[in-house]
């Protein structure tokens, strides 16, 4: 069983920037693909980020450049640094985890395990 739990959501104006965190319980952490996705009110659930074991890291043309995934096997935690945020970056940001073999990074089928969300708010 995998656990995650999100972190540092919150208001900021733009131009701000957040840090969210998310902790994961098992064992397998250090394996799989971790992701962050969003989803604002009326919208679908959106790709952001996501990163392999490796480090290799991919993301949504929308945030590169301003969005940085990280991880740290150790601690069991991915991170999303998010700077010049922007009034449409506004939405709950889940972290979902996916198995090592996943090829589509992106897709959120591809995710097994999903936290609760962190709602980020970005002021105009």
């Known amino acids: 069983q995998v656990q995650l739990v999100e972190s540092g959501g919150g208001l900021v104006q733009a131009g701000g920037s957040l840090r969210l965190s998310c902790a994961v319980s098992g064992r397998t952490f250090s394996s799989r693909i971790m992701g962050w996705f969003r989803q604002a009110p009326g919208q679908e659930r959106e790709f952001v980020a996501a990163?392999?074991?490796?480090?290799?890291?991919d993301y949504a043309d929308s945030v590169k450049g301003r969005f940085t995934i990280a991880r740290d096997n150790a601690r069991n935690t991915v991170y999303l640094q998010m700077n010049s945020l922007k009034p449409e970056d506004t939405a709950v940001y889940y972290c979902?985890?996916?198995?090592?073999?996943?090829?589509?990074?992106?897709?959120?089928?591809?995710?097994?395990?999903w936290g609760q969300g962190t709602q980020v708010t970005v002021s105009s």
């Open positions: 979902a985890a996916a198995p090592s073999w996943t090829s589509s990074s992106s897709n959120p089928v591809s995710y097994d395990y």
């Open positions: 990163i392999r074991w490796n480090g290799n890291s």
